[in-house]
């Protein structure tokens, strides 16, 4: 498969340049804060003492600053959220762009990881080193006590020795709980172990504190190197100066040390800060429960959720986090909107489907199993919701399908959440958009999923064919499994029967089929599902095709 380099440019082109820059960032910061501890000559002494140990260290410390600060900003949903919705970022590619702050995010923690192995690493031989070149000459220079003072001694009884083990420990919850095994299997550890970060930050901005390094203050009235007063005659003869020289030589007072003044607060507060005031904002906003007014159970284990909030306002493509206390005051999790107020209509709705522990938790609060006891009751029980919360709407890139000519969304599974919104918005008139063709495929296990959103696929059909815009919405319905498979026979769902096809996709057919169909064109990919398709639809939109239609690939992922 030929990658074409204009498509190629348009889906990984931003990204790349910004990887770029931020590699570039670190690099160029490493090699001056290397090269300042190298040749400084306030840090003559230190380096004579540490070698290069001192100099790496200190580098990767300034790279564990500039990514702690960086770490923070793509988490920020509300302030991405208002940027993508406003006049401020016109650009669609800057707007594609804002759909990689996870991505981003993942990167500044990789690397953090990465050079706290390459900053402990040094530390741990500086310690060596400070025992075993302990300076009867400069002793405020000496981390150690004494000479041969024990290593584990030193790092037990400094505070940054004694920090510096805590964020160790820190880093390593969080790094080992991200792994998609475990985010997959018991998502309640990944989320309880990410937010220590606020333990990581306190303590990082405490790790400086113990001045564990120090740097020559009078430099000039003592040069690096001079001849001190009390200096040795064995040492003059290593000089092997001139006796002229060993005057000018001679230092006019002894060396004065001091720590360094911290810094790690300034790169990180301002960050920090912005990220306190954005969650006390949400903390704010979501504070108030919203009202359930109905739940339905569909097939395939998926429960559909309407709910009212006052002022709640949300564009298709947008998602919320819910958070139940019923099931754990701690925990949020995101969903998708599939069902956006309107004028006429002040409820939304979301589609979950009940997978791990805490959406079978809450399901069982919404849609609890019937007591016998009140079975034979004359009365009717009225049912009790728990009580919920929502934090939202957010961004997504399933916002950007209304901004193309023609957009191609790509669902697998409970995957047809985001275009779920879309349709709803096409049903109920929206206008204003830029978008005059649509090509919804969705692929399914098991022929009952589609009944999901079966009425909302034949109203929209029923819609646009009453307005005579037949070639408007391009539907396409693939089921995999094949087991038992039975057809859609009802008569209010004949255009979905139609369009039913039976096996896996054809993707590279599909895709020059769109090609040839919009020549020329920048056509928007949309695609929410498993990570195979995602894949081969990523390799398609880069390929060169003879259409000259350039495919911009856009994929579904929650901060």
Same mark, same amino acid.
């Given at each position: ?24 960032? *670190? ?19 230190? &380096? ?10 200190? +580098? ?17 949903? =509300?302030?991405? $959220? ?43 031989? *500086? ?18 006590? &004494? ?7 030193? @790092? ?23 792994? !998609?095994?475990?985010?997959? =299997?018991? &998502? ?9 970060? %606020? ?15 120090? !740097? ?13 007063? *009390? ?45 306190? +005031? ?13 009202? %359930? #007014? $109905?739940? /339905? ?5 998926? /429960? ?45 709705? @979301? ?62 599974? /409970?995957? #047809? ?21 649509? &090509? ?33 919405? *391009? ?6 499994? $094949? ?30 089929? @769109? ?45």
């Amino acid at each position: 498969m030929t990658v074409s380099l204009r498509s190629w440019v348009a889906n990984e082109g931003g990204k790349h340049f910004v990887l770029m820059l931020w590699l570039g960032a *670190n690099t160029w910061l490493f090699l001056m804060t290397f090269l300042l501890y190298f040749t400084g000559q306030q840090y003559h002494y230190l &380096y004579k003492m540490l070698g290069l140990g001192l100099c790496i260290s200190r +580098a990767s410390a300034s790279l564990l600053n500039l990514n702690c600060s960086l770490v923070l900003l793509p988490m920020c949903r =509300s302030l991405l $959220t208002f940027v993508r919705g406003t006049h401020t970022v016109s650009s669609r590619e800057t707007r594609r762009l804002l759909d990689k702050s996870k991505t981003f995010h993942v990167a500044c923690g990789v690397s953090i990881c990465i050079f706290s192995v390459v900053h402990v690493s040094a530390h741990l031989v *500086n310690v060596v080193n400070f025992s075993v070149s302990y300076s009867e000459d400069f002793p405020a220079l000496n981390l150690a006590r &004494y000479k041969g003072e024990d290593p584990k001694l030193i @790092i037990l009884t400094t505070i940054p020795g004694v920090t510096g083990v805590l964020l160790v420990l820190i880093l390593f919850l969080m790094f080992t709980s991200s792994s !998609y095994c475990v985010r997959l =299997s018991n &998502y309640e550890i990944f989320w309880y172990t990410h937010n220590l970060f %606020i333990v990581f930050y306190i303590i990082l901005m405490v790790h400086m504190v113990g001045g564990a390094l120090k !740097y020559q203050t009078n430099v000039e009235a003592h040069p690096p190197g001079c001849l001190r007063a *009390n200096q040795s005659s064995t040492e003059q003869q290593g000089e092997e100066l001139e006796q002229g020289e060993d005057e000018e030589r001679r230092c006019g007072e002894e060396a004065h040390f001091q720590p360094h003044y911290p810094q790690t607060w300034l790169w990180v507060s301002g960050p920090l800060c912005l990220y306190c +005031a954005e969650r006390f904002y949400r903390y704010i906003r979501s504070s108030d429960p919203v009202t %359930i #007014v $109905t739940v /339905i159970r569909h097939p395939c284990d998926v /429960i559909e959720l309407r709910m009212l909030k006052k002022n709640f306002k949300a564009r298709p493509g947008q998602y919320v986090v819910l958070n139940c206390p019923g099931v754990s005051s701690f925990e949020n999790h995101p969903f998708t909107l599939t069902t956006c107020p309107t004028e006429n209509k002040e409820t939304f709705g @979301i589609h979950l489907r009940v997978v791990g522990d805490w959406t079978e938790r809450f399901t069982q609060l919404l849609l609890p199993e019937p007591r016998m006891d009140l079975e034979i009751l004359p009365m009717v029980q009225q049912r009790r919701y728990p009580k919920l919360y929502i934090d939202g709407p957010f961004g997504s890139p399933s916002e950007e399908v209304f901004n193309y000519d023609v957009s191609v969304c790509v669902a697998g599974g /409970i995957g #047809v959440t985001p275009f779920a919104c879309v349709l709803h918005a096409l049903l109920d008139g929206w206008t204003g958009f830029r978008l005059q063709r649509l &090509y919804f495929v969705w692929v399914c296990r098991e022929l009952q999923s589609f009944y999901w959103f079966a009425e909302l696929l034949c109203a929209l059909h029923h819609k646009l064919w009453q307005e005579n815009k037949p070639d408007y919405f *391009n539907l396409k319905l693939y089921v995999s499994q $094949t087991d038992n498979l039975q057809s859609m026979s009802e008569e209010k769902y004949r255009p979905l029967a139609s369009r039913l096809l039976v096996g896996r996709p054809r993707w590279k057919l599909l895709f020059d089929e @769109i090609g040839k169909t919009n020549k020329h064109k920048r056509v928007g990919v949309f695609c929410c599902g498993p990570k195979g398709i995602s894949r081969t639809l990523h390799k398609l939109c880069n390929s060169a095709r003879s259409s000259g239609t350039t495919f911009e690939f856009n994929k579904e992922s929650f901060s």
